[in-house]
T-cell receptor, first 112, second 117 residues
Framework: AQTVTQSQPEMSVQEAETVTLSCTYD???????LFWYKQPPSRQMILVIR??????QNATENRFSVNFQKAAKSFSLKISDSQLGDAAMYFC?????????FGAGTRLTVKP | GAVVSQHPSWVICKSGTSVKIECRSL??????MFWYRQFPKQSLMLMAT?????????EQGVEKDKFLINHASLTLSTLTVTSAHPEDSSFYIC?????????????FGSGTRLTVV
């Protein structure tokens, strides 16, 4: 089975600063998707950003961008201009048609 | 956008009884549903994957006789926790894959908090 590893249980960032959350994964597949999800206290899973493995260009969504290194199986999330509302649990996920797995999560705190 | 309705949002049941959780895709067809459980301050652990019209595939360590999954239509999947015990208390979340969007389109339900007393 594929595995997803998030090595940072907690991260902290000052409001308006930039923070990077790390994620590595293990797979023998060549075609798959990678995701970052945000889970606030409500526990609703919110899609932050998505990356197709066959695309070399890194995905961006406003203040959120990824650094996708396919050979290294690394998929980090950069949050620019951090806002108080960004505080939440962030999960990295690997997805294929019949599989979707999550990392252990990183709790992000944003300091005013 | 795509919406998955999950009910109930919370339920309390007595030990030994069964509880059914429903996940319904409201505006798309879901060929695949994923069921997860999440303990406090932990990640989502995949329990099983179900495809419409076929038996669910359970992850290692998940009791298929305790967690019954039915995916009888392209818009509805259910998880029944049978003979529930306090250790089954957890947060259960479903995720549906859009048949059109393929691997890029996964939509989550809002979750069910199960408490067994």
């Amino acid at each position: 089975a594929q595995t997803v590893t998030q090595s940072q249980p907690e991260m902290s960032v000052q409001e308006a600063e930039t923070v990077t959350l790390s994620c590595t994964y293990d797979t023998s597949e060549s075609d798959y998707y990678l995701f970052w999800y945000k889970q606030p206290p409500s526990r609703q899973m919110i899609l932050v950003i998505r990356q197709e493995a066959y695309k070399q260009q890194n995905a961006t969504e406003n203040r959120f961008s990824v650094n996708f290194q396919k050979a290294a199986k690394s998929f980090s999330l950069k949050i620019s201009d951090s806002q108080l509302g960004d505080a939440a649990m962030y999960f990295c996920a690997y997805g294929k048609i019949n599989d979707m797995r999550f990392g252990a999560g990183t709790r992000l705190t944003v300091k005013p | 956008g795509a919406v998955v309705s999950q009910h109930p949002s919370w339920v309390i049941c007595k030990s030994g009884t069964s509880v059914k959780i429903e996940c319904r895709s409201l505006d798309f067809q879901a060929t695949t549903m994923f069921w997860y459980r999440q303990f406090p301050k932990q990640s989502l652990m995949l329990m099983a994957t179900s495809n419409e019209g076929s038996k669910a595939t359970y992850e290692q360590g998940v009791e298929k006789d305790k967690f019954l999954i039915n995916h009888a239509s392209l818009t509805l999947s259910t998880l029944t926790v049978t003979s529930a015990h306090p250790e089954d208390s957890s947060f259960y979340i479903c995720s549906a894959r859009d048949i059109v969007a393929g691997s890029s389109g996964y939509t989550f339900g809002s979750g069910t908090r199960l408490t067994v007393v």
